[in-house]
């Protein structure tokens, strides 16, 4: 059975408001609430809360049949929670129907996996417990920000217990390879590995309005057309977009949900193809090969590197910053720190840093509040200096802490010594009594009372030392 | 092609932009293959001789005409040079003061308009304005004597000279805006500066402005013809080794540099008020304010009033090497100018592999992408990016790699390039 795999990715950071360097250590509060409150609203309306009505009808009609994949990321949860609830019961309706699959993601939409694996499986499963409260799946599939996988984070997830991992079908990877088959890490072979169809992705997620491209305008038919001219061999068409695709990045005028609508009518009628979730795909297809990828990928620009994220020296820096107090905010047990901890990790705050729209001049960033790369930086920076600051005047009490566990540790010696020596004082005991036993019969009474007075007095002493 | 340029200033006497634009743009034409230029040049420099003026009125103009071998670039230089006291940047205002102390030393000028007809008043010439008029009588006797395809006037003082030769030898003329008198005065404009400049704009057949920010106040403050008006941004000449040469620092403070004429074009109060913003977070900083000018006691007077005098310092104005000295002991180099042109030294400071804040309203913005961008009287955010420079190392270390090579490939040739096109279009 050949199979299209739906996946829709769902995230919106916290952006940060403008932030001066006067507020260092006055002002607490980084996010600019006027604006992410817009944006959510804007992209609530115009497109989550269409494009689930519009799934909700075709699952209506198709049943369970027709199978799509969400990946909500837990930031994009925790802004729409705030300002726009009625897209989360939306997707809890969705849940219900049996047509849909929650993946698993940081949390955070970060990068961590490059840097922290400690930080990373905590993400992972704080996000992985959100799910299960929101939407009563528990995930097995796991798709990492941005995409972004190599051989080592594929390992790392299949150590977490996950069945599968998405990823970009990159060209430099694949070489003459095809993204529609099933793949394996090369590490840990246990772990598929989905390979998105980048053309096809594209030409709905960029091209789709896109009037100078030659296949405009793109139709359900001819996109199944497309779908029968594949090789009959070739088993999964993974056809993975940001959800934002339908109405705000191409608009509703452009003819988009019309599509959406469409699509799975006319699969099921001219093609040989059905729906899966990833999951189903992972279970159901067998891995066609290993995929040896040594340096990350990612689904961005034509490189399908991290030069988006981390290309240059003003992003390197302010993500090694960041990472510096990974284990400083693991001691701190503070509400609000680790909510900041979490939002700053967003990777979109070095997105905007970047400066590769310099020199290709075309992508800019979606919703980036930031006029130049420079602005971001100094911004992020500032924000940073703060959090570190707050971060740092909470370690002296977590020290004390420290002291304690130190004190703790010192008695449990302490302790362990005091058996030892009860055991030998027992040993010395016995032996004593052994010897008396044996000076007994050739009669020696005046060693008797002097020998047992001293280990009475250290017995004494020894429970004092023990209770300090 | 033949090229009569009344341009301005020539090394080494080398004052501001626009000699060093003059001198960049002639270097960058000849190697686009435009290398028979007249070059009419004042001669200013000080050691002027006012007695060739004298010579005008027999009704021969006697100048000293001369070729030139700068070596390196030219084969061939033609340089006419002439005897008068003009020099740019002039006010009519500062003009006057200088003319009045000449006047002993002076015997016999001209008063003349640039109508074509001449009034031999004999009276002395201590306006601006009439020794621009005799400037122009000046070249209408060049442009009769010597053959060429086209003329090139830079900056106002010298459209009326171009007018002149264009109409004796009826070539088509090309005005090049270094800045107009809406740059220089921060909007009270001098009535009769406006109109030399909207004469000359009018009589062009075509205009070059340095930035789209000057052409924009061609079309809408001189009411020109969109279609007549060019844009030409600036290049930088690279620097020498000697220039780019690292001094030994004294001192451990961070430097954040002003460099430029204390004018209230230059917007010197604007930087005033960020470093002390910078001040009241950061101990370890120092600031400098370079360059002398009209407002210069006013900044001292404020800066005693912040009370921030022991961390901020002046100069007085620097020239040559000093200049480099300054880049190379800076960390941060600022320019808030209100109204900006173009703006050059931004691009000698990244050179010298100096990070800089630049304001919105600079010609230079337009083409720089590694620079921290600001609107001039957003003080607040200019002491953020002061700050966040000195703070956070991703910034310079960002800079000491873009910066310098997006600096190095503005190169005066690829203006030439536009300049060359720019004739073209004019000569029939």
């Known amino acids: 059975m050949r199979t299209i795999c739906l996946y829709f990715q769902i995230h919106q950071p916290f952006r940060l408001k403008r932030y001066r360097f006067f507020n260092i250590g006055n002002d607490h509060y980084y996010y600019d609430d006027f604006l992410n409150e817009s944006i959510i609203a804007r992209v609530a309306e115009r497109s989550y809360l269409q494009t689930n009505k519009v799934i909700r009808q075709i699952i209506k009609e198709y049943g369970t049949q027709f199978k799509v994949a969400f990946s909500i990321s837990g930031i994009a949860l925790d802004q729409l929670q705030l300002y726009a609830p009625e897209v989360i019961e939306s997707f809890q309706k969705l849940a219900k129907t049996g047509s849909v699959e929650f993946l698993s993601e940081t949390f955070s939409h970060s990068l961590v996996a490059l840097k922290n694996k400690d930080e990373f499986v905590r993400q992972v499963n704080e996000h992985k417990q959100r799910i299960k409260e929101l939407f009563n799946q528990e995930p097995t599939v796991f798709r990492n920000t941005e995409l972004v996988y190599s051989d080592k984070i594929g390992a790392d997830v299949a150590d977490m217990g996950f069945a599968a991992m998405l990823t970009e079908g990159a060209r430099h990877v694949l070489g003459w390879k095809s993204p529609n088959y099933l793949y394996c890490n090369s590490i840990n072979p246990r772990l598929k590995v989905l390979l998105r169809n980048f053309r096809m992705s594209d030409d709905i997620s960029f091209r789709f309005s896109n009037k100078g491209w030659s296949e405009f305008p793109l139709t359900a038919e001819k996109f199944a057309g497309w779908l029968k001219k594949l090789d009959k061999k070739e088993e999964t068409v993974n056809i993975f977009i940001d959800y934002e695709t339908f109405g705000e990045h191409q608009w509703m005028e452009s003819g988009i949900f019309e599509f959406l609508t469409a699509l799975p009518g006319v699969v099921y009628k001219s093609t040989n193809f059905c729906f899966s979730t990833p999951s189903e795909i992972a279970s159901n297809l067998l891995p066609i090969s290993t995929i040896s990828v040594p340096y990350p990928i990612s689904w961005a620009d034509e490189e399908r590197d991290l030069t988006s994220w981390l290309g240059n020296e003003l992003q390197v820096d302010a993500f090694n910053k960041l990472y510096s107090l990974t284990d400083k905010v693991a001691r701190i047990n503070d509400e609000k720190i680790q909510k900041d901890w979490k939002y700053l990790q967003a990777s979109d705050h070095f997105y905007y840093m970047s400066t590769k729209f310099f020199s290709d001049g075309a992508t800019q960033a979606y919703f980036n509040p930031y006029d130049t790369p420079y602005e971001a930086y100094i911004n992020y920076m500032n924000v940073l200096s703060d959090f570190s600051i707050r971060v740092n005047s909470l370690i002296p009490e977590s020290t004390d802490e420290q002291e304690i566990a130190n004190l703790t540790q010192v008695i449990a010696e302490k302790d362990e010594l005091l058996h030892k020596y009860e055991s030998e004082l027992k040993k010395l005991k016995s032996t004593k009594t052994k010897i008396k036993a044996a000076a007994k019969s050739t009669a020696s009474v005046p060693v008797k009372g002097r020998k047992s007075g001293s280990p009475k007095k250290e017995k004494t002493n020894l429970p004092k030392a023990g209770k300090k | ?428």
């Open chain 2, 1 to 428: 092609m033949r090229v009569l340029m009344f341009g301005w200033e020539f090394p080494p006497h080398i004052s501001g932009g626009l000699g060093t634009a003059c001198y960049g743009l002639t270097k960058g034409l000849h190697s686009v293959g435009v290398n028979d230029i007249l070059f009419v040049v004042p001669k200013a420099y000080g050691d002027e001789d006012i007695s060739k003026v004298n010579i005008i009125d027999a009704g021969e103009v006697v100048i000293s005409d001369r070729i030139i071998d700068y070596s390196t670039f030219f084969q061939k230089m033609h340089f006419i040079e002439v005897g008068t006291s003009l020099r740019p940047y002039s006010t009519p205002e500062e003009y006057e003061k200088l003319s009045i102390e000449n006047q002993e030393k002076s015997k016999y000028l001209i008063q003349s308009s640039f109508s074509g007809k001449l009034s031999f008043s004999g009276g002395y010439g201590h306006d601006l304005f009439k020794e621009i008029a005799n400037y122009a009588v000046v070249a209408s006797i060049i442009a009769y004597q010597y053959k060429f395809d086209v003329i090139h006037a830079h900056d106002w003082l010298a459209y009326p000279a171009g007018i002149a030769a264009k109409l004796i030898s009826g070539k088509p003329l090309v005005v090049h805006v270094h800045a107009t008198d809406f740059d220089r005065s921060g909007g009270s404009v001098n009535p009769g500066v406006y109109e030399i400049e909207k004469a000359g704009m009018e009589a062009a057949d075509k205009i070059i402005a340095v930035s789209n920010l000057t052409r924009n106040i061609i079309i809408e403050k001189y009411g020109i013809d969109s279609n007549k008006v060019v844009t030409v941004h600036n290049a930088v000449e690279p620097l020498a080794d000697h220039e780019l040469q690292k001094r030994e620092r004294s001192i451990n403070d961070k430097i954040v540099t002003f460099l430029g004429r204390v004018t209230m074009q230059k917007g010197p109060e604007y930087f005033i008020e960020a470093a002390h913003l910078v001040l009241q977070k950061m101990k370890n900083v120092r600031f400098v304010m370079a360059g002398s000018g009209d407002m210069l006691n006013r900044m001292i007077w404020r800066v005693a009033t912040l009370k921030i005098g022991s961390r901020f310092h002046f100069t007085g104005f620097l020239k040559g090497d000093d200049v480099y000295h300054m880049f190379s002991l800076s960390d941060v180099y600022v320019m808030p100018s209100i109204s900006e042109p173009f703006g050059i030294s931004p691009l000698e400071a990244m050179q010298s592999n100096v990070p800089v804040i630049i304001s919105r309203q600079s010609g230079v913005s337009e083409i720089l992408q590694h620079a921290i961008k600001v609107d001039f009287w957003d003080t607040h955010a200019m002491a953020d990016a002061i700050y966040g420079i000195l703070k956070y190392e991703g910034l310079p270390k960002m800079f000491k790699i873009h910066a310098k090579e997006e600096v190095d490939n503005l190169k005066w040739e690829h203006a030439a390039e536009k300049v060359k096109e720019v004739y073209q279009s004019v000569i029939y």
